[in-house]
């Protein structure tokens, strides 16, 4: 059967853009990804984010082989422990995570810069940079042209809006699609890892990731970042195929990524003395951290004033507004520009990955002449909107400054509730098992064939 010839837009160079552009692409499909970032290492990338085994497989099934490879030698460390703590750093739980089974079927932990890297690597083609979308229009004869600020424009026969939380092509195709802020705001930082540093943790803190929850909902998360290079190059007692992949691979050029711990502190916005995403200044947040713990821990403590100024950035939460299903054109949306959700186990990240393996399975569907395309865009869509928002539903329980846990008196009296309880589950090994069972099971490490 001959091919059907098709040509596919994709607005943002995101983490489920760029995979879908590489599933795309080694499928033959003419794609072109416009990003408005100006360069290759423009934009906040942000810090760690944890990759699923639902993430790797959507990876693994859209990357080049080597290139899959090369993001699995780039990975940090994998946390060997899920650990819950108060805020004077006594372990309330601690799970024991598997050890990684193999290199798809594994929790993962990347920094944002360097996944962002590795999915750029072989798309310079394809990738066009310094191109703000302005809008699109879907003309008579079924293409699509996308419009840039600087005057420029492109056809194809399918948009892809993958721009992430503000994303101009959802306020065009869905314009009563909507945000809803959470009342939560968060001030995350970093600090390189070194002997002094590293002290300031404990074993199983250092070697996991960490949650703290606190009176007045004040909640922190930390996860310290190993990597196989560093300022040095290519670190001694590096396997010899990782030390290969990482010698050659171009993407270490543009990446700034170093060792490091990363914290992510976060309270109702009613919480702090001023609103944190009006302040640009780095020691000033630092402060204001600092301000708000007096009572914890002097190793958390120091972890915040020990923090790069330069690292603090704040993050407004908010998360999407389920919508119902659509009438299906040639234009569609993917990841954040569709269902974003609090931030939490890299969940947002995975859920774009599943995005994106899914839609490119459903265009080499009518590449290869099996379905029309309208029809395969609304297979993707009915089945992307259902367990979108169903993460999104989910992971809102888990921050919203509505909860029970921000009220003055019944919130300390739920939190000491939670804590008795995971006392209870991590003096039982029993059910500290199945507990990290479930765990890995909402990751997915035991499903093979969900995509």
């Known amino acids: 059967m001959s091919k059907v010839p098709l040509k596919v837009i994709i607005i943002g160079a995101g983490t489920g853009g760029l995979c879908l552009a590489h599933g795309l692409k080694r499928a033959g499909l003419a794609v072109g990804v416009y990003e408005r970032d100006r360069t290759r290492t423009g934009g906040l990338q942000g810090y760690r984010v944890g990759i699923s085994p639902d993430g790797s497989r959507a990876l693994k099934k859209c990357l080049p082989p080597e290139l899959f490879d090369i993001f699995v030698a780039t990975c940090a460390r ?113 600090l390189p890892v070194n002997e002094r540093t590293k002290a300031l943790l404990p074993h199983k803190v250092f070697h996991g990731v960490t949650m703290v929850m606190a009176p007045k909902a004040y909640g922190l998360i930390l996860h310290a970042m190993e990597f196989k290079w560093d300022r040095n190059g290519i670190k001694h007692g590096i396997g010899g195929n990782d030390a290969e992949l990482l010698s050659r691979w171009p993407g270490l050029l543009y990446d700034n990524t170093r060792d490091y711990i990363m914290w992510g502190f976060w309270a109702s916005r009613r919480s702090f003395p001023a609103n944190p995403m009006d302040i640009k200044d780095g020691e000033r947040l630092k402060r204001m951290v600092l301000d708000m713990t007096p009572g914890w821990h002097p190793d958390l403590r120091q972890l915040f004033a020990e923090s790069d100024p330069s690292s603090l950035f704040t993050i407004n939460i908010r998360t999407s507004v389920p919508v119902e299903t659509w009438e299906t054109t040639n234009v569609t949306l993917l990841g954040d520009t569709i269902h974003t959700m609090t931030p939490g186990k890299g969940v947002g990240a995975n859920t774009a990955l599943r995005d994106a393996a899914l839609l490119c399975a459903k265009l080499l569907e009518v590449h290869d002449g099996g379905k029309p395309l309208k029809q395969a865009v609304h297979e993707y869509e009915a089945k992307m909107i259902k367990y979108g928002f169903e993460a999104v539903l989910e992971f809102r329980k888990q921050m919203d400054d509505n909860t029970v846990m921000h009220k003055p008196v019944i919130g300390r009296a739920a939190l000491a509730v939670m804590r008795t309880g995971m006392r209870i589950v991590n003096a039982v090994p029993a059910i500290k098992r199945k507990m990290a069972a479930n765990l890995e099971h909402s990751r997915g490490m035991d499903r093979y064939d969900e995509l």
């Not at 805020?87 to 360097?114: A, F, G, I, W, Y």
């Not at 892809?160 to 065009?172: E, L, M, Y």
């Open 78 to 190: 994998a946390p060997r422990y899920f650990n819950m703590l108060t805020e004077r750093q006594t372990e309330v739980l601690s799970l024991e995570l598997s050890p990684d089974k193999d290199s798809v079927n594994s929790e993962k932990s990347v920094s944002r810069m360097t996944l962002r890297q590795v999915l750029l690597t072989g798309l310079e083609d394809i990738v066009r940079f310094d191109k703000k979308f302005v809008r699109y229009e879907q003309r008579p004869d079924g293409k699509v042209t996308a419009f840039f600020e600087d005057g420029t424009s492109a056809d194809g026969d399918l948009l892809i809006g993958a721009d992430g939380t503000n994303s101009p092509v959802r306020r065009q195709l869905l314009p009563h699609a909507k945000l809803e802020d959470t009342g939560i705001v968060s001030i995350g930082g970093k």
